[in-house]
């Protein structure tokens, strides 16, 4: 079907496509600063995986999902320890924080900057609630690389038990489900990572009380998104599947950790999905109608300065010098009631 001008209709489709490929090269990360970053945890996980307490390794978190935005600053990886060679872990009591004090003894027996027999990288370490914060670099250094590591059990249902030390318990944690479902999810539909990542970039401006977590908008785009169609199509269903669906709560999808965000702001981001619906909507429907320019500024209202758009065409003015005609304001037959 022609478009405006006579020109064909795939013309105008690959200009928008054109315009949400350079808004998804300003979301991702560079390649290289990807790899680096992999390459860190990948050292991380074949030096703890030497120990003969350790069962297995592997990497969780966004970056494990490929759903991750720049700067990449940090990496999570779970070392699953051999629970005949720590019989007392598990339990509550003492042993949440004694296996993140192993941890940390490990992690600098290993790789410490000072005295790492596999590596020598790690300048300092942190215990935290789940994990041993690892600094590659300065730790005062506001965007330091970090590693988070954290022990785990595994249990006959595969899910896994891990350390909390503030409550001095080990709670039950399944990050390996929701890294297939991501990637079950893209086996469907290629643009479902790519999408995750452009929608955590879209929440940072989102006007809500409070911040919205990263894993809100994952889990709501595993709910949301379709597994097929184009890009502009599956934004459109997302925003307004998700306008509703926020309004129940995120949870983990797992069903093992309870709601991701208990103080999200609900009603202030299916307000924002809402609008962006309403947007999205209307620009489907200039695309189909074959005005791609005025598209592209509604998806450029959505998604901010970074998605390129036509500049809008200046208003037409009266002629400077001419007198103002003056007629009579024209009456409707408009209904009342």
């Known amino acids: 079907m022609p478009g ?44 703890l995986l030497k120990e003969p307490d350790v069962l297995e390794t592997f990497g969780s978190g966004s970056l494990s999902r490929s759903t991750q935005l720049k700067p990449i600053h ?49 300048r300092h370490t942190l215990l ?48 390996e489900y929701l890294i297939n479902m991501v990637a079950e999810h893209q086996r469907d539909w290629s643009y479902f990572r790519p999408l995750v990542r452009l929608l955590k970039q879209w929440r940072l401006d989102v006007q809500v009380e409070g911040r919205i977590k990263s894993l809100v908008m994952e889990v709501l785009a595993l709910q949301c998104l379709p597994a097929s169609g184009n890009r502009c199509q599956g934004l459109k269903t997302f925003f307004t599947a998700a306008a509703t669906r926020v309004n129940e709560g995120v949870w983990d999808p797992a069903g093992l950790c309870g709601e991701i965000q208990p103080d999200l702001d609900r009603e202030g981001l299916s307000a924002a999905f809402a609008e962006a619906a309403d947007l999205a909507d209307q620009a489907c429907t200039a695309a189909a109608e074959g005005d791609t320019d005025e598209a592209l500024r509604l998806w450029q209202e959505i998604f901010g300065e970074d998605f390129p ?12 010098g001419a007198p103002a005609l003056i007629s009579p304001r024209p009456i409707k037959d408009a209904p009342q009631g």
Not at 139 to 160: H, W
Request: aromatic share 4%.
């Open 4 to 47: 405006l001008n006579g020109e064909p209709e795939e013309a105008h489709r690959m200009g928008i496509d054109e315009a949400f490929d350079a808004l998804q090269k300003s979301v991702d990360e560079d390649i290289k600063k990807t790899r680096l970053a992999r390459g860190r945890r990948d050292l991380f996980k074949e030096a």
């Open 74 to 122: 940090d990496v999570d990886i779970v070392v699953v320890y051999d629970p005949d060679e720590h019989p007392e872990w598990g339990s509550s009591g003492p042993s949440a924080e004694e296996a993140l004090e192993h941890i940390r003894s490990q992690v600098n027996r290993l790789l410490s900057q000072s005295k790492g027999t596999h590596a020598t990288v790690v």
């Open 128 to 175: 935290r609630n789940h994990a041993v914060k690892c600094f590659l670099d300065d730790p005062d250094d506001p965007e330091a690389f970090t590693v988070d590591v954290m022990a785990a059990l595994r249990q006959p249902d595969n899910s896994l038990l891990i350390p909390e030390q503030l409550s001095a318990r080990w709670v039950p944690a399944n990050p």
């Open 309 to 320: 758009a036509p500049a809008a065409a200046p208003k037409s003015t009266a002629l400077i």
